[in-house]
């Protein structure tokens, strides 16, 4: 039982490249959403509006996951910030350039205090 259930879960991925367990659908195939559909103007409205909360913590996280990755604490390198702090530098990188998406804003931000 436990090897037809290991074909049967195989054959679809060498038939069809990666596949989405959740979905049964081939991954090119599959919706899929991701931090990067958040662009800089919808980050601007947000937060004119007082409702960027989950914006906020998406940016938080992202931001953490790329000093975890990189090994770079860039919440304290070259000074300390704190996410009030990074919230009004994404602001800044966003009006420069409001076609950015957000998670390219933050990678800028982080390329700019990792150096």
Known sequence: MKKLLFILLIIPMLCHGEFDINTAKPLEEATMSSYGDTNCGKWLDTRKSNSANDFEQRAVGYFDAL?????????????????SQL????????QKNPALSLQDSLWLIYFERAK
Not at 67 to 83: G, N, S, Y
Request: proline share 8%.
């Open 87 to 94: 919230f009004y530098m994404i602001d800044n990188e966003c």
């Open 67 to 83: 000093a975890r990755a990189k090994w770079i604490d860039v919440w304290q390198t070259p000074t300390t910030i704190t996410p």
